[in-house]
Every structure is written in structure tokens, then in C-alpha cells.
């Protein structure tokens, strides 16, 4: 008996179609789940900060609490600053560089978990199991408006205010894509791999040194800079700090770059993630 010669090339051309499909299917399942979408999630943020004395304002005091050991460490220890501005201006530097690493951040750690934590939608067929990962990220971009807010007014007194903020929605769209694939794809390994939450939060701590968040990328190296390159925050950072304060290093068609690949992937992790989902019943 001859051996059966393993050739995926025989399949891989049916790869692009499947996504296709299963994208289809799960637009036309979010539109028609749009409105109970908005619900659970105005549900989801406030039991979020149910019963804590300051509610969501801990959002923006944890973001504040980070930025001042930020500020600390680059300001007071390594004597850090751009030259071209002040202390104020270089601590908008610092947090227009802090919001993004905070909105992924939060909402991976949310969202990892949010299969095995929602057991019961997971078995109800009036709500899309796909789309319980998309409410908890939901929840976290909603907080991190309240950040946002905060960092706007802090900006309002200075030179580094300027129509270049109406590009705002450009860098919240490209964060929520890209988390959205990052999601996706965790949430449906964790559920059958419960230790990955582990890995996760090393990796997050990992993220959160190898970001440009007190620097730029043209203070760096070239053989340093190499593997910042391979940081996806790295391309949210500088996207956001346009927005917000105007200042960026790397051209604009990076954003639209980052975007196409953040929509291919989406795509591809949303289809991996239907495919795992008869699955999830059978691990509570």
C-alpha cells in the first residue's frame, strides 16, 4: 500500500474562500445582533466598576499612577527628554504614548478570559458566541475614552494643540481591528489551553518595555530600532501620538499598511474563531 503523501497545497487554495464565508457569516450576525451587542456591553462596564467607591474613574487613575512612574523613571532617573520640549510637553509625550499600550492592554486581559467567563451566552443561541470577545473590548475602549478626555484637557493649554486631533478616529479604529485579532484568536486557544493567560501576561510586560512609550523611534540604534519594527505597538504608538500631539517619526502610509493588515487578520482570526467554537461547550 502506497503511503499518503501529505500535500496542503491541495487545500490552501480554499483557505481565502472559508475565511470569506465565515466573514460573511459573522457580519451578517453581528448586524443583527448590533442592538443586544450595545446592550450587554452598557451592562458589562457598569458591573465592571459595580461596587468600587470610585467606579470607572479608576481607568483613568491607573493610567495616571502608570505615567507617573513613567515620568519618574525617564525624567528623574535616566534624565530623559527630548530636547525640542519642555518637562510638561514631554509628559503628553509620554501618555499620548501610554494610551494605546493601555486600550490593547486592558482589553487582551479582559478579553482572553471572556469565553470561559461567559459560560451561559456561550450555550445561549439568542446571542453570537463570536461576539463576546468584541463586548469585552468594547468595555475597555469605553474606558479609555475616559483616559483620552483626560489627556485632551491636558493639551488644551499648549502649542501641540491643532486640527491634527481630527485624525483621532483613525488610530481607535486601527487599535480596536487590531485587538480584535489579537482576541480572537486568544480567546478561543485559552479555552482549550487555560495556561496561555499566563504566558499573556508576560508577554503584555514584555510589550510594555520594548514600546516606544518615553522615546521615539529616531533616539534608537539602528540594530536597537530593528526590533521595535516587529512591535505592533509601535505602529498604534505613532499613530496616536499624531493625533493627539501632532509628532511622529514614521510616514503616514504606515497607518494605512497597518490597517490592511489589521483587517486581513481580523478576518482570519474571526474564522479561526468560528471554526473553534463547537468546541467550547465541552471545555467549562
Known amino acids: 500500500m502506497r503511503l499518503a503523501i ?23 450576525r453581528l448586524y443583527r445582533a448590533r442592538h443586544t451587542l450595545i446592550a450587554v456591553t452598557r451592562v458589562e462596564f457598569h458591573k465592571k466598576y459595580a461596587g468600587s467607591i470610585l467606579g470607572a474613574l479608576w481607568y483613568p487613575l491607573y493610567s495616571a499612577i502608570l505615567l ?11 534624565s530623559m527628554k527630548i530636547p525640542e520640549m519642555g518637562s ?21 486581559m479582559s478579553g ?4 470561559k467567563s461567559n459560560i451561559a451566552l456561550v450555550k ?36 501641540m494643540l491643532g486640527a491634527h486631533m481630527l485624525y483621532l478616529p483613525v488610530p481607535l479604529l486601527l487599535l480596536f481591528l487590531f485587538t480584535l485579532a489579537v482576541v480572537w484568536v486568544l480567546a478561543a486557544v485559552a479555552v482549550l489551553v487555560p495556561d496561555l493567560t499566563y504566558l499573556v501576561n508576560l508577554l503584555v510586560l514584555m510589550l510594555m518595555f520594548l514600546s516606544p512609550i518615553g522615546f521615539s523611534l529616531d533616539r534608537i540604534p539602528g540594530n536597537a530600532a530593528v526590533v521595535l519594527y516587529f512591535n505592533p505597538m509601535t505602529y498604534l504608538i505613532e499613530s496616536f501620538r499624531y493625533a493627539l500631539i501632532g509628532l511622529r517619526t514614521t510616514p503616514m502610509w504606515w497607518d494605512a499598511a497597518f490597517g490592511l493588515v489589521s483587517i486581513v487578520g481580523v478576518s482570519f482570526a474571526g474564522a479561526f474563531f468560528r471554526r473553534l467554537m463547537p468546541m467550547f461547550s465541552d471545555y467549562e
Open 112 to 115: 482572553i478570559t471572556s469565553i
Open 124 to 159: 445561549n443561541a439568542v446571542f453570537p458566541v463570536e461576539l463576546i470577545p468584541i463586548k469585552h473590548i468594547l468595555v475597555s475602549m469605553a474606558g479609555l475614552t475616559i483616559t483620552l478626555a483626560v489627556l485632551i484637557v491636558m493639551i488644551l493649554p499648549t502649542s
Open 68 to 78: 507617573g512612574i513613567y515620568c519618574f523613571v525617564y525624567l528623574a532617573i535616566m
Open 6 to 28: 501529505y500535500k496542503p497545497w491541495r487545500w490552501a487554495h480554499r483557505v481565502p474562500l472559508v475565511v470569506a464565508a465565515e466573514m460573511d457569516t459573522l457580519l451578517h
Open 88 to 108: 510638561y510637553e514631554y509628559v503628553l509625550f509620554i501618555f499620548a504614548g501610554l494610551i494605546p499600550f493601555l486600550g490593547f492592554s486592558d482589553a487582551l
